[in-house]
């Protein structure tokens, strides 16, 4: 098979690959509504998702929703989510974007990009996985992974995540990105690790212009 040449070929077939590659690919964070995958995303900056789903649980039995969390001790959840990077500052989020979705949206969790990026902690990355994952709304989440995998597959040379987000998006069909998103951030977790890449066993070495093995 020939090789893609342009960025968009390169995108598709990286679809092609890892969609084959990972076929089950889900989001790995726990949750059970849109509201606690909000939740979970949040707290997910600078943590992993390993140490997010431990904390979870016991955040979600004393605040099952928006309304509970809204009328929270900050103290309180400090306790429940501590062991967790800058916990301090995840508590007022967390609390301040239940408080905004009781406000403005009566407890739920909205639609629309702008909506959810008006609430507190809550960037584009955020609600592209809250859009793509809970809603099944189109969305394409630009992790750390699938910013760097895209640079090194050649499919663009934006730095900047809403950029890659934005040149990505017509490459990718609307309603696949979000398992597209998955697909690289768990090809970039397992293969194209950052420090010691597994070229010799990726699927997409043929191609990539970046891959450290003879073709």
């Known amino acids: 098979m020939a090789r893609p040449r342009s960025p968009k070929g390169r995108a598709r077939r990286t679809h092609e690959r890892l969609s084959e590659e990972y076929p089950d690919a889900e989001c790995e964070l726990d949750h059970d509504s849109p ?10 900056a600078q943590a992993t998702d390993v140490g997010v789903n431990k904390v979870t649980p016991g955040l979600f039995a004393q605040y099952p929703d ?4 809204a009328a929270a001790e900050p103290a309180s959840v400090e306790q429940l989510i501590g062991s967790l990077g800058l916990f301090r500052n995840k508590t007022k989020s967390i609390i301040k974007c239940s408080q905004q979705l009781v406000d403005l949206h009566d407890g739920q969790v909205p639609t629309s990009m702008r909506d959810l990026t008006a609430l507190a902690g809550v960037g584009r990355k ?3 996985v809250v859009r793509s994952v809970a809603l099944d709304l189109p ?12 640079g090194l597959l050649g499919i663009t040379e934006e730095t900047d995540p809403v950029k890659v987000e934005l040149e990505l998006n017509p490459m990718i069909p609307a309603s696949e990105r979000g398992l597209f998103s998955l697909r690289m951030i768990l090809h970039g977790r397992r293969v194209c690790i950052a420090r010691r890449p597994r070229c010799d ?3 997409l070495n043929d191609y ?7 073709r």
């Not at 928006?66 to 969390?69: I, K, N, R, T, V």
């Not at 969305?139 to 895209?150: A, E, F, K, N, Y």
Request: hydrophobic letters at 45%; a negative charge.
């Open 208 to 214: 990539c212009p970046s891959a450290s093995v003879s």
């Open 66 to 69: 928006a309304y509970e969390l």
């Open 126 to 128: 955020t609600a592209n």
């Open 201 to 203: 066993e990726c699927v």
């Open 139 to 150: 969305g394409l989440p630009v992790d750390t992974h699938v910013l760097r995998l895209s």
């Open 35 to 44: 509201f606690q995958l909000l939740i979970a995303t949040i707290l997910s």
